[in-house]
């Protein structure tokens, strides 16, 4: 199982502020329902905002570690 | 024509395993026989996203860090929203005791790893397809339940009022009686007494119904009081002389006075409504023996008839309201209306009980027992 912790880090709140509450929102109700094809069509669209977080909030997908992905969304949300 | 043909969603499985190679591959075999897949790595994130969206079905891993298949399909189980969906633990644990308690905490089917699979694709369209007949059944109940309101509702409302314009038939016809019909021929003063007899009868039927509603409701009141059984049972055999025909009508048992604390006109009722039916299914010469019975915890009345006996497949659905019933001497079929259901609850709201014993072609036995008491509850 690849750690996914470490790549946290580099997605700060500051970089998810920058993305459009309405995606987070989409992208928050398919982690919630563990939807991983959803997800990863939601990171391409990050990918038009930033292309290195696209790539970590993939490896959180990959890793269907839904619970990190949905803190990191949180923690921009609140930004 | 028209196009019966519907279109069922498709069926979502969530797929429980923290080994993310394992969690590809089944999602991947799963979303190619068409399934909807939900893989989720962690047993807490499992019940978070079945929560959110409760799946069809789980595919359970058993050990997994933090909370393990158990304990997770244990919370699912209690959780009166998610109990319903079928639990198939997919495990590399291959004893009997650990499949023992898979089946133990709920789960309704055990794949050991590493499996075929064929026969994690068979198991789960067994299950998903029992799962669908089991919601079909769910849905028919609560439809009935809803049609059975319906006509509870409307039976009240029809029966509430023809009370009044009955209750006024009845006082004139009763004048007319008293009267002693002067102005009328003998043949009309014996119409007067049918019709009286049979208002009377129509007066008995919507009282029942009426007082069913209520007690469905949990609205009726008791009056409750010591009531000696019987002199009730006695008034109750001198009511329904009238119909016993060339039937032995007959009171054995105890002596003694019978105490309980009752309703003592409900509990009248229910003596009227037994004896009656137990009149109406005995044939001519044949005999209706009331006894009573008595213990310190209760007080117990049967009611015996030698009519033609009740096949045990209807000993519980002749309390039912207008149970269908067949009588096995003439194979025809009738309603049992509403006196016995009277008598269950009747009988039930002094936390009493009530049944029938019965041997086809030899007679049944109705019985209820009331609990004595020495105060109102």
């Known amino acids: 199982l690849t750690s996914t912790a470490g790549a946290t880090g580099a997605l700060t709140p500051k970089i998810l502020a920058a993305l459009p509450a309405e995606l987070i929102c989409r992208m928050r109700e398919a982690a919630m329902n563990a939807d991983p094809d959803q997800l990863l069509t939601l990171t391409d669209e990050v990918e038009h905002y930033d292309i290195h977080s696209a790539r970590r909030l993939r490896r959180f997908v990959h890793a269907f570690d839904y619970q990190s992905l949905l803190d990191v969304l949180q923690s921009g949300a609140r930004t | 024509m028209e196009n019966s043909t519907v279109h069922q969603p498709v069926p979502s499985i969530m797929v429980v395993d923290d080994t993310p190679a394992n969690l590809r591959l089944l999602t991947g075999m799963l979303k190619e026989r068409g399934y909807k897949v939900r893989p989720v790595s962690s047993g807490k994130f499992a ?85 669908r007949q089991k919601r079909l059944v769910q ?162 009345v049967l009611v015996q008839d030698t009519g033609p006996g009740i096949p045990p497949e209807y000993r519980e659905r002749i309390f039912e309201k207008f149970g269908q019933v067949e009588n096995p001497a003439n194979k025809q079929r009738y309603s049992t209306g509403i006196g016995l259901t009277f008598c269950k609850l009747a009988v039930e709201a002094h936390d009493g009980q009530v049944g029938v014993n019965s041997e086809e072609g030899r007679g049944s036995t109705f019985w209820f027992t009331l609990p004595r008491r020495e105060s109102v509850p």
Request: charge should be negative; glycine fraction near 4%; proline fraction near 4%.
């Open chain 2, 47 to 131: 019940l978070q996203t079945a929560k959110h969206d409760p799946p069809d079905l789980i595919l359970l891993d058993i050990i997994m860090p933090e909370m393990n298949g158990y304990e997770v399909c244990e919370c699912l189980k209690a959780d009166e929203q998610l109990s319903g969906i079928p639990v198939i633990f997919i495990s590399a644990l291959n004893e009997t005791m650990d499949k023992v308690k898979a089946f133990k905490v709920g789960g309704v089917d055990y794949v050991t790893k590493p499996f075929q699979f064929e026969e994690v694709q068979a198991r789960v369209a067994t299950h998903l397809e029992l799962r």
């Open chain 2, 139 to 300: 849905e028919s109940n609560e439809q009935l339940r809803k049609l059975e309101e319906l006509r509870d509702n409307l039976v009240h409302m029809v029966v509430h009022d023809m009370r009044t314009p009955l209750t006024a038939i009845y006082g004139f016809l009763r004048t007319l009686e008293t009267l002693k019909g002067e102005s009328l021929s003998d043949q009309g003063r014996e119409f007067v007494q049918t019709a009286l007899a049979s208002t009377e009868d129509l007066v008995e039927m919507v009282s029942s119904l009426l007082d069913v509603s209520k007690m469905e409701a949990e609205e009726m009141k008791l009056n409750l009081t010591q009531c000696e059984l019987l002199t009730i049972s006695r008034e109750a055999l001198a009511k329904v002389e009238p119909l016993k025909g060339d039937r032995e009508l007959m009171l054995s048992g105890t002596d003694e006075p019978v105490t309980v604390m009752a309703d003592a006109e409900l509990i009248a009722r229910v003596f009227q409504n037994l004896l009656g039916n137990a009149l109406k299914f005995t044939p001519d010469a044949g005999q209706v023996t009331v006894s009573i019975e008595s213990s310190a915890d209760a007080a117990r």
